[in-house]
């Protein structure tokens, strides 16, 4: 059951435009939801993350936004450039059971390439 | 600030061995998790760790074990290795495992042969 999902497996865009890549999830007890990007072999670079009492979150380049009612997460890259191209997971987590937001639930990764 | 370090970065053993992986956290940081990474799975919670007591634990078998240090630093063993333990581990540290952003080290390649 994958409760986070990129239907997207890959995105190419012309650099200066825009990128949106797209994250859906089924898990309504889902609150806090972060992108990150990642080259091969490296670990997850975080980028931008955005709580659930918001629908908008701004930083830089990076918007993301929240449509709760659909489960629905999208994140806006403002201008595109060669540098962005890497995969972006979108992940979600939830304070279940009381424990803690240590639990990350990642999406299976959406593959950027931005053309000169 | 130093960044999240893990050791080693890249690993090979032999079915049926175990291993130990290593993972410093950020300074201040005191929750580490652990994840898996598989081209078939994606990236996979592993375990949580918090002042030292495991906090949340993924679905692995238990052949996945952890254990955290009075100085946050963790440690994840897999015991009795399969091929399909081959996998790029990350580790990733946050303040305290409230809504804050975790922050990933660079990885461990675990190759099972």
């Known amino acids: 059951d994958q409760q986070v999902k990129q239907n997207s497996p890959s995105l190419s865009v012309q650099e200066g435009r825009i990128s949106i890549l797209n994250c859906d999830y089924t898990?309504?007890?889902?609150?806090?939801f972060l992108w990150y990007k990642k080259y091969p072999a490296e670990g997850p670079t975080f980028l931008i993350s955005?709580?659930?009492?918001?629908d908008k979150n701004e930083d830089g380049r990076f918007t993301v936004f929240l449509n709760k009612s659909a489960k629905h997460l999208s994140l806006h890259i403002v201008p595109s450039q060669p540098g962005d191209s890497a995969v972006y997971f979108c992940?979600?987590?939830?304070?279940?059971?009381?424990?803690?937001?240590?639990?990350?639930?990642f999406g299976q990764g959406t593959i950027l390439t931005v053309h000169p | 600030k130093a960044g999240v370090t893990q050791t080693p970065r890249y690993l090979i053993k032999t079915r049926g061995q175990q291993v130990t992986l290593s993972c410093s956290p950020i300074?201040?940081?005191?929750?580490v998790s652990w994840y898996q990474q598989t081209p078939g799975q994606g990236l996979q919670f592993l375990f949580e760790?918090?002042?030292?007591?495991?906090?949340n634990k993924g679905n692995f078998p238990g052949r996945f074990s952890g254990r955290q240090f009075s100085n946050s630093r963790s440690e994840m063993n897999v015991s009795t290795l399969e091929l399909g333990d081959s996998a790029l581990y990350l580790c990733?540290?946050?303040?305290?495992?409230?809504?804050?952003?975790?922050?990933f080290g660079p990885g461990t390649r675990l190759t099972v042969t």
């Open positions: 955005i709580s659930s009492i918001k």
């Open positions: 990733a540290s946050s303040l305290s495992g409230l809504p804050y952003e975790q922050y």
């Open positions: 898990n309504s007890m889902f609150d806090y």
């Open positions: 760790y918090f002042s030292e007591t495991q906090r």
């Open positions: 992940a979600a987590s939830s304070f279940a059971g009381g424990t803690s937001y240590g639990k990350l639930t």
């Open positions: 300074s201040g940081h005191r929750s």
